[in-house]
């Protein structure tokens, strides 16, 4: 469904959007790296996750049972929940900033 360059982009952008401004962030670049690693505490996460269920189309019901630690397991939830076949990168970019 998705490459996984392009789910980087996104968890990326998603993560811009949800860290507060002066709070220091590492790109993710590796599907089993841990939130932790990347300076995302549990609120970042959620808000990740709302970001990212809403451009893969998860139902809100689905993405409160989303309780990933890596960047992969969040992915893995998202494509499995999905409720589209394809995403437009550009529009979910867009959306984000």
Do not use: H, W
Not at 21 to 31: F, Q
Not at 37 to 49: H, P, R, T, V, W
Not at 67 to 94: C, H, S, W, Y
């Amino acid at each position: 469904m998705i490459e996984d360059a392009d789910f980087f982009r996104l968890f990326n952008a998603a993560m811009a959007v949800a860290k507060p401004v002066g709070k220091s962030t590492v790109l993710a670049t590796d599907m089993a790296q841990r939130f932790e690693s990347l300076n995302i505490d549990s609120l970042d996460g959620f808000i990740i996750g709302m970001y990212l269920c809403d451009t893969f189309d998860v139902s809100e019901a689905k993405g409160k049972e989303m309780q990933p630690e890596t960047v992969g397991q969040m992915r893995d939830f998202l494509v499995e929940n999905a409720r589209i076949e394809k995403i437009d990168m550009e529009a979910a970019l867009e959306a984000m900033k």
